[in-house]
């Protein structure tokens, strides 16, 4: 059986991109992995959230999560500040990383060209604490979207250096993973890059259906291909990528048939698009409208939850410190 670890940063509701690219697939795989899904709170602290709203985002990650489907009957879902064995893991394998290479990472750069007025010292380890939320449960997999490639790269590199340095072989070596399929990038509405929390350009797994016809009814297209065949553009190639995630091939099919002919109708295409993101969403909104209201179920889930996480980690900890050399008088 194999373990599996999927976190989601703290900083808003989860959105198509979460969900396509870390999520959807690994709510089937409960049941034959043993399975971690955490909230990376901690993480957040690199972009200085405001006290005030860092448990409502928490909480909004978590009921996302339980709506989408994770069952806490046969996963474990907790809060990654609940386990402060990944923060003292985290710690140790600071030690064996190295300036140069996290100030390389691709994530350091972009973040600090986005906050240049904070570049902290979370922020250049980004990377080896997510090796430790990783490592922590020895994990064999890790379902990310394409944007986490590099960090899971680093994450076998931290763990081949422990394992060389104190001459062991305790760590595994995780991969990235999209059930057998290549790791996605869900792209955003608006013509750019891939959707995100902080481009402004996500549709949310909570957003209501007027929502979601609104913000794809607003998605960026022309005037139509004038030349049979013609190559599209990115931000219509965007729209054809979230196609294919929640439409059926039929339909895509007819829309590339359309668009190979001129005779595409992007109004039509829309609302083709924003009905079939509905239909992907609407259960999973109607769910998190329940949870969201049962603070008893969320309190019981993230202290068992918690519990669960503890005792594997409290694991990996032991043996990290005797591999250390640390001991007892
Ligand atoms: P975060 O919170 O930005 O995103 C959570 C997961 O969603 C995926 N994702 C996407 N996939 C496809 N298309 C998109 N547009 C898209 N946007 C986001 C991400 O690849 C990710 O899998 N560093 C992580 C959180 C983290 C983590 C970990 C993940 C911390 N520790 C350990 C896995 C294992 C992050 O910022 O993801």
Known sequence: MDTVLSGIRSTGNLHLGNYFGALRNFIRMQDENRCFFFIADIHSLTTHPNPKYLHENVKNVLVDYLAAGIDPERSVIYIQSDVPETIELYLYLNMHAYLGELAKTT????????????????????????????????????????????????????ARRFNNFYGVEYFKEPVAYNFGE?????????????????????????????????????????????????????????????????????????????????????????????????????????????????????????KEGAEKARESASKTITAVRKIVGFKKF
């Open 107 to 158: 994530s350091f750069k972009e973040k600090a060209r986005k906050q240049p007025e904070n570049v902290n010292a979370g922020l250049l380890t980004y990377p080896t604490l997510m090796a430790a939320d990783i490592l922590i449960h020895n994990a064999d997999k890790v379902p990310v979207g394409k944007d986490q490639e590099q960090h899971l790269e680093m994450t076998r590199k931290f």
């Open 182 to 302: 290549e790791l996605i990038k869900i792209p955003g509405l608006d013509g750019s890059g891939k959707m995100g929390k902080s481009e402004g350009n996500a549709i949310y797994l909570a957003d209501s259906p007027k929502e979601i016809e609104k913000k794809v009814k607003r998605a960026l297209t022309d005037s139509g291909p004038t030349e049979p065949n013609s190559v599209k553009p990115d931000y219509i190639e965007n729209l054809f990528t979230i196609m294919r995630a929640v439409s059926t091939p039929d339909v895509v099919q007819h829309y590339e048939n359309k668009w190979n002919s001129c005779e595409i109708r992007y109004g039509d295409m829309k609302k083709q698009l924003a009905g079939d993101i509905i239909k992907v969403t609407s259960p999973i909104r109607e769910r998190i409208l329940e949870i969201e209201k049962d603070d008893a179920y969320l309190r019981k889930v993230t």
